[in-house]
C-alpha cells in the first residue's frame, strides 16, 4: 500500500457553508468579476457586428451603395444622444459614489437622472428610426446599420432596467455603504454601453 | 411560492411545471403572433411562428422550473428567503433533485452527464442512419433524409462535445478539486443546465420541421434558402452558446477566487488548468457565432441582406465570423478530454505528472494560438490570397503545444509502474488516437494537400480522430475513473474492459478507412459515391454498428454497477487530487473542513508524508444518491 | 532491474528502425489516385513528405506507448510508486526544439509548393465557368458553351469561376483544382495539364439536395483535337 498522502493537511477552518461575513463579502467580489467577464463576452458580440460591418463596407466602394438609394443619416440627432449618453454615464458613477458614501438620497436623484437620460436617448434614436429615408430591407446600408444600431439599442433598454430595477432596490432602502454591488454591477454594464456607442457613434455615423 | 409538498405538481416549480410552461409559452409566443397578423396584417411567416413560439417556449421553461424566481424576488425588491435558497442544493438521497432546479453543482453535474450521454446516442442515431445509406452504392433513404440526418447527427455530436466533459465532469469535480463547496455562481450554474433542453429538443425534432441539409457549418446562401429545420438549429445552437457563456463565467470566477488556502495556480490539477483554458475560449468566442448566426437569422426573417450578394452582402464574410468560433470550438472540445486523460496518467503510472508546468504552459498557448488558424478551414473558399501562408504558419506552429500532451503523457508513462484499469485503457487508446488524428491534420495544415483533401472524406476521418479522440475517449476515461466517487459503488471492471476493446477497436475500423476514401476522391456530405468504393463503405458501416452497440454495453454496465455495484472506498485508486480525500460520493458541502494545499497532486514516488487525521472518513448517514 | 539508459537504448534502437524501414517504404509511393497536372505533381510530392516525415513521429509515440505497457507494467501484487520525476529541463528542450524545426520545416515545404501552385497571372487559354443548382457551364474562348471542361495539355489554363446561386466548389481531381464558386464575386484557378485523357471533376462543396449528383466531366486533348471540338460546340449559350 503506497505511504504517499495527498499534498495537503486539513485545517480547522471554515465549516459552516459559506455565510459568514467574510464570505459574503467574498461572494460579492465575486459577483464583480463574474459582471466583467460578462461584459467581455458581450464586447466579442458586438466585435462580430463591426466586423461585418467593415468588411461589407470596404467590399462596396461608396457608401452609401448608389444601388439602394438612402443617404448617411445626420449627425444632430446622433450627436445630440451621444451627449445624453456620456451625461448619463457620468451622473451614475456619480450614483455609486454616493452609494459607497451611504447616501441614499443622493443615489436615488443620480440613477433618476440616468434613467431620464437614457429613456431620451431611445426616444431621440426611435424618431430617427421613424424618418430615416431608408430601411431595414434596403440592402447591406440598411441592415448593418439598424442591425447594429438596434443591438445597441436593446443593450441599452436592458442596462435601463437594470438600472431601474437597482433604483426600486435603492428606494427600498436594500442599499447601503457596505452592500452595493448590484449598483456597481449595474454602472459597469452602462459604462459598457456607453463605449460601444462611442465607437458605433464614430464609425457608423462620422467616419 | 411555497416549495409545500402537498400542493399539486403543476403549482410546484419542476420538470412537470416546466413542460406546461414551454407548452403555454409557445401558444403565447406563436399566438400573439397569429393575432397580429390576422389584425394589421403583418405577413408573418411559418419562420416567424417558429421564432416567437421557440422564444415563448424557452422562457416558458425556464420559468415553470423555477430559474428565476430568487433573481425575480430580489428585483422585485423583496428580501429572498434564504432557508428556501439553501433547499434549493437538495438533500442526499432525494433523487428527485435531478429533476429539479437544484443548485449543488454536484447534481448540475450528473445532470450535464447523462444528459449528453443521452445526445451521445440520439446523434449515433443519426450516424446509423448515414452509414445505413452509405453502405452501398445507389440510394437508400434518399438524399433529403441523408443529409438531414448528416445534419442532425453533426449538430448533436457537436453540442455534446461542448459540454459533456466541462458540463458534465467539470461541474462537479472543480469546484471539489479546488477546494470550494460549490462553484461561484450555484442558481447560474443550474440555469446553465436548464437552458439546454428546450433547444436540444428543438434539434431533435428538425425532421419534423423539414430538416436542414447545410451541415452544422449552416453556410449561406443555402442556409438562407426554405426549410424551416434549418430555423430551428440557428436558433438552438445560439441557446446552447449562451448556456456556455453562463457556464465559463462560473467556471473562471471559481478558478481565479474560489481556491482553497495554499492552492496556488501551480499547484492546481491539469484538469482544472485545462477547464480553465476551455473556459476563456468559451466566454471569448461563442458570441462572434452567435452574431454570425443572428444575420443569417436576420437575412432569413426579417430582409438584410448580410450574406446577399446581390444586395452587397458578402457570403465568405459568414465562413470568417463562423470559423473565427468554431476554431477555438474544437478546443473546447478537445482540451477538457486532453485535461482528463493528462490527470488519470500519473494516477495509474504512479508518477508525478511529467513537465506539468509545460503542460500548463502548452493548455494556455493552445488557447491563444486558437484564434489565430481559423482560415484554414477555408483554403480553397476564395477568400484573399493573403491570408493562405500566414494561417498556414500559425496552423503548423500550433502543433508545437498540441504535441506537448505527449511529452507529458509518455515521460509520466515512461519508467512508471502502470496499473491497466479501465481508465488507463480509455488514456492508451486516446494517444493512438488523438496521434493520428493530430498528424493527419498536418496534411490539412498544407495547402498544397489540403487541395486535395479539402470536403473529402479525409477530413472527415480526421476530425473524427481528433475529437473522439480527445473528448469521448476523455469522456470515457474520465467517467470510468471518477464513477467510483460520483455515485459510491465500483463498475465491474471485466465488463469494462471488454466495452473499451469493443469501442476501440470499432472506431478504428470505422474511420482509418475513410483516410483512404477520401484520397481516392470521395466527397463529404454526399449519399452516394463512386461503385468502387462500395465494399470499403460497407465494411465501414457495419463497424460503425459496433460502435453503437458497444456504448449500449457502456450505458448497461454504468446503470448496472449504480444500482447494485459493491460500495466504492473514498480512495480506491490512491490519487491524490482533493476530491479523493472526501467520501464517496462527497457530502453535500463537499468537505467538513477546508484544505490547506501544500504541493501538486503528483507527489508520487516521494518519501511519504505524515498520516492524514481520518476527520474526513464517511460520517454516519451518508447515502449514495 | 534495467537502468534507464538501457531502458532508453532499446527504445530507441526499435523506433530508429521502425522509422527508417518506414521511411524508405513510403517514400517511393503515389498518394493521388491520378496525376495530370504540374500542380497535382507538387501535391503529391507534398503527400509523400508528409508521409514519410510523420513516420518517426509516429513510431516515437507509438514504441514509447508499447514498449511502456510491456516493460513499465506493474507486477501483480506490487503496489509501489515509480520514481519522482518531475520533469526533465533537457529533454523539454529537445522536444519543445525539435518539434518546432519540424513544423517549420514543414511550412516551409507548403508554403513554397503553394507559390509553385498558384504561379503566375498568364495563361494562355481562358475558360469561365459556372455553377449553378446543380451543373456546371463552361464557356470558352470563341464563345461557345457547353457542359463538359475541354482543356489544351501542356498550356496555362486560366479557370475564373462564378456562382449563380448558392456557394460550389470546382474540383478537378487528376489535374489537383479545387476552387469554390462564390456567389458575388468571381475566384481563380490555374493549372497546366500534362497528360491527356478523359476524367471526372465533381462539385465539392455542399450545395443543396442536388449535391451528390454535380459531378461533370473533362478532357485534356492536343489543340488540334480540342479545336475541332470547339467548332463543333453550337455558339448560342444554353436556354436557362
Redesign the interface.
Known amino acids: 500500500?503506497?505511504?504517499?498522502?495527498?499534498?495537503?493537511?486539513?485545517?480547522?477552518?471554515?465549516?459552516s457553508?459559506?455565510h459568514g461575513p467574510e464570505d459574503v463579502a467574498?461572494?460579492r467580489?465575486?459577483?464583480l468579476?463574474?459582471v466583467r467577464?460578462?461584459i467581455?463576452?458581450?464586447v466579442?458580440?458586438f466585435?462580430?457586428?463591426f466586423?461585418?460591418y467593415f468588411?461589407?463596407r470596404s467590399?462596396?466602394g461608396a457608401w452609401p451603395?448608389p444601388?439602394?438609394g438612402g443617404e448617411r443619416p445626420e449627425i444632430l440627432l446622433p450627436g445630440i444622444n451621444t451627449l445624453l449618453l456620456v451625461s448619463s454615464s457620468v451622473t451614475m458613477q456619480l450614483g455609486v459614489w454616493a452609494a459607497t458614501r451611504g447616501d441614499r438620497g443622493r443615489l436615488l436623484r443620480w440613477m433618476g437622472i440616468t434613467l431620464l437620460l437614457g429613456f431620451a436617448f431611445l426616444c431621440i434614436q426611435a424618431y430617427e428610426y421613424l424618418n430615416n429615408g431608408f430601411g431595414?430591407?434596403d440592402?447591406?446600408?440598411?441592415?448593418?446599420f439598424?442591425?447594429l444600431t438596434g443591438f445597441h439599442g436593446a443593450h441599452v433598454l436592458i442596462g435601463l432596467a437594470f438600472i431601474a430595477?437597482m433604483a426600486?432596490?435603492a428606494?427600498?432602502g436594500?442599499v447601503s455603504a457596505e452592500h452595493h454591488t448590484g449598483i456597481e454591477a449595474a454602472s459597469y454594464y452602462w459604462h459598457f454601453v456607453d463605449v460601444v456607442w462611442l465607437f458605433l457613434f464614430s464609425t457608423v455615423y462620422v467616419f | 411560492m411555497s416549495l409545500d409538498r402537498r400542493s399539486s405538481p403543476l403549482l410546484r416549480p419542476g420538470l412537470l411545471r416546466a413542460v406546461v410552461g414551454a407548452a403555454l409559452g409557445a401558444a403565447i409566443g406563436a399566438g400573439v403572433l397569429m393575432l397580429a397578423n390576422a389584425t394589421i396584417k403583418l405577413n408573418a411567416q411559418p419562420g416567424h411562428l417558429l421564432g416567437l413560439g421557440y422564444i415563448g417556449a424557452f422562457f416558458g421553461f425556464l420559468l415553470g422550473i423555477g430559474a428565476f424566481r430568487f433573481w425575480l424576488t430580489?428585483?422585485?425588491?423583496r428580501?429572498v428567503d434564504e432557508a428556501e435558497e439553501?433547499a434549493a442544493h437538495g438533500t442526499a438521497g432525494d433523487w428527485t433533485r435531478y429533476l429539479r432546479f437544484t443548485t449543488d453543482h454536484k447534481v448540475i453535474g450528473v445532470q450535464y452527464l447523462v444528459t449528453a450521454f443521452v445526445m451521445f446516442m440520439a446523434a449515433g442515431i443519426g450516424a446509423m442512419f448515414m452509414r445505413l445509406e452509405l453502405a452501398q452504392p445507389g440510394l437508400l433513404i434518399g438524399k433529403e433524409a441523408y443529409n438531414t440526418a448528416m445534419s442532425t447527427h453533426g449538430a448533436m455530436m457537436i453540442t455534446v462535445a461542448l459540454i459533456s466533459i466541462i458540463g458534465g465532469l467539470g461541474n462537479y469535480l472543480v469546484p471539489i478539486m479546488v477546494g470550494a463547496?460549490?462553484m461561484?455562481?450555484p442558481k447560474?450554474n443550474a440555469l446553465s443546465y436548464w437552458m439546454l433542453p428546450i433547444p436540444v429538443l428543438m434539434v431533435a425534432i428538425n425532421p419534423l420541421l423539414g430538416g436542414f441539409d447545410t451541415g452544422w457549418t449552416a453556410y449561406p446562401p443555402l442556409s438562407q434558402q426554405a426549410n424551416l429545420g434549418q430555423q430551428a438549429y440557428l436558433m438552438a445552437f445560439v441557446t446552447v452558446g449562451f448556456s456556455s457563456?453562463l457556464s465559463?463565467?462560473?467556471f473562471?470566477?471559481t478558478v481565479?477566487?474560489?481556491r482553497a488556502?495554499?492552492m496556488t495556480l501551480m499547484?492546481m490539477p491539469i484538469f482544472v488548468w485545462a477547464l480553465t483554458v476551455t473556459a476563456t475560449l468559451g466566454?471569448?468566442?461563442?458570441?462572434?457565432v452567435?452574431?454570425?448566426f443572428t444575420?443569417v437569422l436576420?437575412d432569413r426573417l426579417?430582409?438584410?441582406?448580410?450574406f446577399r450578394a446581390t444586395?452587397?452582402?458578402?457570403v465568405i464574410?459568414f465562413q470568417?465570423?463562423f470559423w473565427?468560433y468554431s476554431h477555438p470550438a474544437v478546443y473546447i472540445m478537445a482540451v477538457p478530454g486532453l485535461g482528463a486523460v493528462l490527470e488519470i496518467v500519473p494516477v495509474f503510472a504512479?508518477k508525478p505528472l511529467f513537465a506539468y508546468p509545460i503542460a500548463v504552459l502548452a493548455f494556455i498557448m493552445i488557447g491563444v494560438m486558437s484564434f489565430m488558424v481559423w482560415a484554414h478551414h477555408m483554403f480553397v473558399s476564395g477568400m484573399a490570397e493573403y491570408f493562405h501562408i500566414p494561417i498556414m504558419l500559425t496552423t503548423e506552429l500550433i502543433s508545437v503545444p498540441t504535441g506537448v500532451v505527449f511529452l507529458a503523457a509518455i515521460g509520466t508513462i515512461w519508467m512508471g509502474r502502470i496499473r491497466f484499469r479501465v481508465p488507463m485503457l480509455w488514456v492508451f487508446g486516446f494517444l493512438w488516437a488523438f496521434l493520428v488524428g493530430g498528424i493527419t491534420g498536418v496534411y490539412l495544415a498544407d495547402v498544397p494537400t489540403d487541395i486535395a483533401l479539402s470536403d473529402t472524406f479525409f477530413v472527415v476521418a480526421h476530425f473524427h480522430y481528433t475529437i473522439i479522440g480527445s473528448t469521448i475517449f476523455g469522456l470515457f476515461a474520465g467517467t470510468y475513473y471518477w464513477f467510483p466517487k460520483i455515485t459510491g459503488r465500483m463498475y465491474d471492471e471485466r465488463l469494462g474492459r471488454i466495452q473499451f476493446w469493443w469501442f476501440a477497436i470499432a472506431f478504428n475500423l470505422t474511420f482509418l478507412p475513410m483516410f483512404w476514401l477520401g484520397i481516392e476522391g470521395m466527397r463529404r456530405r454526399v449519399a452516394d459515391y463512386p461503385a468502387e468504393l462500395g465494399g470499403v463503405n460497407l465494411f465501414v458501416s457495419v463497424m460503425a454498428v459496433n460502435i453503437a452497440l458497444s456504448v449500449g454495453l457502456f450505458v448497461y454496465l454504468m446503470v448496472r454497477a449504480w444500482m447494485r455495484g459493491p460500495r466504492a472506498e473514498a480512495n480506491p485508486w490512491?490519487a491524490?487530487?482533493?476530491e479523493?480525500?472526501c467520501t464517496s460520493p462527497p457530502p453535500v458541502?463537499n468537505f467538513?473542513?477546508?484544505?490547506?494545499?501544500?504541493?501538486?497532486?503528483y507527489?508520487?514516488g516521494?518519501p511519504?508524508?505524515?498520516?492524514?487525521?481520518p476527520?474526513?472518513a464517511p460520517a454516519p448517514g451518508h447515502p449514495a444518491p | 532491474m534495467m537502468s534507464q539508459r538501457r531502458h532508453l537504448l532499446i527504445a530507441g534502437l526499435i523506433w530508429a528502425v521502425l522509422s527508417i524501414v518506414s521511411m524508405v517504404l513510403m517514400a517511393g509511393i503515389q498518394v493521388l489516385p491520378e496525376i495530370a497536372s504540374k500542380e497535382a505533381v507538387v501535391e503529391d510530392r507534398t503527400f509523400v513528405l508528409l508521409t514519410v516525415v510523420s513516420m518517426p513521429v509516429l513510431w516515437f509515440v507509438v514504441v514509447g506507448m508499447a514498449y511502456s505497457a510491456i516493460r513499465f507494467r506493474s507486477r501483480p501484487g506490487d503496489?509501489?510508486?515509480g520514481p519522482p520525476m518531475h520533469g526533465h529541463v533537457g529533454v523539454q528542450t529537445a522536444w519543445l526544439l525539435v518539434t518546432l524545426v519540424m513544423v517549420l520545416g514543414l511550412f516551409a515545404y507548403g508554403a513554397v509548393g503553394l507559390v509553385e501552385i498558384r504561379g503566375t497571372q498568364q495563361a494562355d487559354y481562358e475558360v469561365h465557368v459556372k455553377g449553378q443548382q446543380w451543373e456546371w457551364h463552361f464557356t470558352y474562348p470563341n464563345g461557345a458553351t457547353s457542359t463538359e471542361l475541354h482543356v489544351p495539355v501542356d498550356q496555362r489554363v486560366h479557370l475564373l469561376i462564378e456562382s449563380e446561386d448558392v456557394i460550389h466548389s470546382l474540383w478537378l481531381p487528376a489535374l489537383g483544382v479545387k476552387q469554390d464558386a462564390v456567389p458575388g464575386r468571381v475566384t481563380e484557378a490555374y493549372t497546366t495539364p500534362t497528360v491527356t485523357g478523359t476524367y471526372g471533376g465533381r462539385c465539392a462543396e455542399l450545395c443543396g439536395f442536388g449535391h451528390t449528383d454535380m459531378t461533370l466531366t473533362f478532357v485534356v486533348s492536343d489543340q488540334p483535337d480540342l479545336q475541332a471540338w470547339l467548332d463543333h460546340l453550337p455558339k448560342e449559350p444554353p436556354s436557362q
Open positions: 500500500m503506497s505511504a504517499q498522502g495527498p499534498a495537503t493537511a486539513v485545517s480547522a477552518g471554515h465549516g457553508l459559506g467574498r461572494s467580489s465575486n459577483m468579476f463574474g467577464l460578462g467581455a463576452s458581450e466579442m458580440l466585435g462580430a457586428l466586423a461585418a468588411v461589407i467590399d462596396a451603395p444601388e439602394f431595414l430591407r440592402g447591406v446600408f440598411g441592415s448593418t439598424y442591425t430595477v426600486n432596490r428606494r427600498r436594500l | 430580489w428585483a422585485s425588491g428580501q439553501h463547496r460549490d461561484a455562481f447560474a457563456i465559463s463565467i462560473n473562471l470566477t481565479f477566487r474560489m488556502p495554499g499547484r466566454l471569448i468566442a461563442t458570441s462572434v452567435a452574431g454570425a444575420m436576420f426579417i430582409g438584410t441582406s448580410f444586395r452587397g452582402g458578402d464574410l470568417h465570423l473565427f504512479r490512491e491524490q487530487t482533493l479523493w480525500q458541502e467538513e473542513h477546508i484544505p490547506v494545499v501544500t504541493g501538486t497532486p507527489q508520487y516521494s511519504p508524508m505524515a498520516a492524514i487525521p476527520s474526513t | 503496489d509501489g510508486d
